[in-house]
């Protein structure tokens, strides 16, 4: 059974910094993709920051681009999201995902169109 579970989120005051966690169970791990996205009350999911395990290969947004830091660590099946610099506007929940992205030559997805497992979400707040 495919399994996704954040934690590390909480409540955090604005410039400061939070890492979120993603345990991945279930299926064989370099041979996907995880993505980070973040959905706020009454506004369509964004993605945030997506990797590719095979090799490592990282996507940001604009929006995260330059204070939010993705990273996994093979071994333990685990992907973190290192948000610094943090705003009250990157308060939501904050869900990792998955997806079949075997090899250097999958399309690593920006969106959340095509991500197959989805974890549970873990709230961020961000104070002013």
């Known amino acids: 059974e495919v399994q996704l579970v954040e934690s590390g989120g909480g409540l955090v005051q604005a410039g400061g910094s939070l890492r979120l966690s993603c345990a991945a169970s279930?299926?064989?791990?370099?041979?996907?993709?995880i993505g980070w996205f973040r959905q706020a009350p009454g506004k369509e999911r964004e993605g945030v920051s997506s990797i590719r395990n095979s090799d490592g290969m990282a996507y940001y947004p604009n929006s995260v681009k330059g204070r939010f830091t993705i990273s996994s660590d093979n071994a333990k099946n685990m992907v973190y999201l290192q948000m610094n610099n943090l705003k009250p506007e990157d308060t939501a929940v904050y869900y990792c995902?998955?997806?079949?992205?075997?090899?250097?030559?999958?399309?690593?997805?920006?969106?959340?169109?095509?991500?197959?497992?989805w974890g549970q979400g873990t709230q961020v707040t961000v104070s002013s």
């Open positions: 995902a998955a997806y079949y992205c075997p090899g250097a030559g999958c399309y690593l997805r920006p969106n959340y169109s095509g991500y197959a497992y």
């Open positions: 279930g299926f064989t791990f370099d041979d996907y993709a």
